[in-house]
């Protein structure tokens, strides 16, 4: 169902109250408001640096919130956003009991255009306006999957397909304004808070997967150290475990280990090799058994005693660079 705030907001009612969005389709594009290059982009460096600040504790991602704020509020010049301080088109709800402006709006109902009155949050100023939005996206748990991501064109299909808009279109208008303007230099920007690992995006599934591709040590001796950082008590890699650090690791919220990582690794052998020991020959390393069972301890192969497959498990890490040196 379309909605387009009087003359200047055009706007998506999205279901169960929740937002209503641009739709600049219905009355006319952004770009033809009447706004100067350098309206634009102080336009975007405010929004941007409140928009970073917003990622630090809400983890939503600053490209997304931008390009939102410009397709919603047609760069500022709307009614609602201008007056109202209302930049992203968020009706009130049910659950909202603060300030409200009711402005004549335009719904579609099946295809055709019906000139109705909507219930729009107000605020006062544009810190206000912009907590609101925070407030809005993470108090809805359709969007909590938004929480963390960190690639936009992701961000983008996820709040379309969240609830936010009903446009079929809003997720390629997003993305187009992002990289027309290039809105990612927002993201790359972010503040990382001192002591704690940048977020990971919200698809990963893997605690090892999530850490590797943020850079990060994910060896299951480093990982016992995330836990015992992170109060999640006697560390063993299970699931719930896992999916603990995992879910901090999405927000942002995952201490790293007050000493930091202090793993050495030994290099890659050859693939060629099927032997554990001549490997280790290969690359000048101690390949004596007592010397092996210090490699396996500090790759958590417990009870080394020389079998075939733990020798196979100590071999597929050496080939891989990934088998850490005992201290």
Known sequence: ????????????????????????????????????????????????????????????????????????????????????????????????????????????????????????????????GIEGYYQFITGYSRYSNLIGETDYKAACRKIREDGWATDSGY???????????????????????EGYFRACASSY????????????ESSFAYRKKIAAANNITNYSGTPAQNTTMLNLLKQSRLKKPSSGPSIVYFPACGQSYNSIVDALVSIGADSSYNYRCKIAAANSISGYSGTPAQNTSMLNLLKAGKLIKPN
Request: charged share 15%.
């Open 205 to 216: 599934t893997s605690i090892v997967d999530a850490l590797n591709s943020i850079g990060a």
């Open 1 to 128: 169902m379309k909605k387009t705030v009087a003359v200047l907001m055009a706007s998506l009612m999205c279901m169960g109250g929740a937002a209503a969005v641009a739709s600049p389709d219905v009355v006319k594009p952004v770009s033809a408001y009447a706004i100067t290059q350098s309206q634009q982009q102080q336009f975007i460096n405010n929004l941007g640096t409140a928009a970073q600040k917003g990622y630090a504790q809400y983890r939503i991602l600053p490209s997304m919130t931008i390009a939102q704020a410009i397709l919603e509020s047609a760069w500022g010049q709307s009614t609602l956003s201008s007056r109202y301080y209302n930049f992203f088109g968020m009706k009130a709800g049910s659950n909202y009991h603060g300030e409200t402006v009711t402005l004549q709006t335009t719904e579609e109902i099946n295809g055709v255009l019906v000139r109705v009155n909507g219930t729009f949050r107000a605020y006062h100023s544009f810190d206000q």
């Open 171 to 193: 997720t390629n208008k997003l993305i187009s304004l992002i990289e027309r303007y290039d809105l990612t230099r927002f993201d790359t920007m972010v503040p990382v808070t």
